[in-house]
T-cell receptor, first 116, second 113 residues
Framework: EAGVVQSPRYKIIEKKQPVAFWCNPI?????LYWYLQNLGQGPELLIR????????DSQLPKDRFSAERLKGVDSTLKIQPAELGDSAVYLC??????????????FGQGTRLTVV | GDSVTQMEGPVTLSEEAFLTINCTYT??????LFWYVQYPGEGLQLLLK?????DKGSNKGFEATYRKETTSFHLEKGSVQVSDSAVYFC????????????FGSGTRLLVRP
């Protein structure tokens, strides 16, 4: 079974340009997460989807970041315009629906963004 | 709010040494606890987990026991190998209306031959 697939793996853009990341979760997983991982730090949640509904986007900087999960499957995270401080690894993860203790989240390999 | 605190790295050990990576947590509810590992160039993957007090999670020779009284979930391995070199993340989740998976800052382990 395929895991969580993210693309691209690496992206280098100039500041003020837009950028988009794509994520395909594990089939059947209702919950999808986007995390931000700065160098030397743990992942921090940006947004969580239950099916196509964004149920927790409190940490998403909405002035420049947006996300969507059409049809409750694939998801796209966009930054427009990108700033130097956005350089980081963007992780996508998926899991079965919440409500069960110990539910495991499966992570993609991430997209490493460098803004120059 | 809910949080996870891990010992800072890097931790450098010789092969076959004993490993302990400390992790403590703060949670308003009753959390499940996890250890994730990130090998170089790869994504995070679950190493082990525990869902209630006194549970012991184990995998690949690693163990961690859920200690509610000390709010800890320390990771241990009796004999590390070079292939264990990676970054280890302690995490928690609470099953409530604001379900989140919250991570510590990670501890880098380097095992030398």
């Amino acid at each position: 079974e395929a895991g969580v697939v993210q693309s691209p793996r690496y992206k280098i853009i100039e500041k003020k340009q837009p950028v988009a990341f794509w994520c395909n979760p594990i089939s059947g997983h209702n919950t999808l997460y986007w995390y931000l991982q700065n160098l030397g730090q743990g992942p921090e949640l940006l947004i969580r989807y239950e099916n196509e509904e964004a149920v927790d986007d409190s940490q998403l900087p909405k002035d420049r970041f947006s996300a969507e999960r059409l049809k409750g499957v694939d998801s796209t995270l966009k930054i427009q315009p990108a700033e130097l401080g956005d350089s980081a690894v963007y992780l996508c993860a998926s899991s079965l629906g919440l409500g069960t203790a110990g539910t495991e989240a499966f992570f993609g390999q991430g997209t490493r963004l460098t803004v120059v | 709010g809910d949080s996870v605190t891990q010992m800072e790295g890097p931790v450098t050990l010789s092969e076959e040494a004993f490993l302990t990576i400390n992790c403590t947590y703060t949670a308003t509810g009753y959390p499940s606890l996890f250890w994730y590992v990130q090998y170089p160039g790869e994504g995070l993957q679950l190493l082990l987990k525990a869902t209630k007090a006194d549970d012991k999670g184990s995998n690949k020779g690693f163990e961690a026991t859920y200690r509610k009284e000390t709010t800890s979930f320390h990771l241990e391995k009796g004999s590390v190998q070079v292939s264990d070199s990676a970054v280890y993340f302690c995490a928690l989740s609470v099953v409530d209306s604001s379900y989140k998976l919250i991570f510590g800052s990670g501890t880098r382990l380097l095992v030398r031959p």
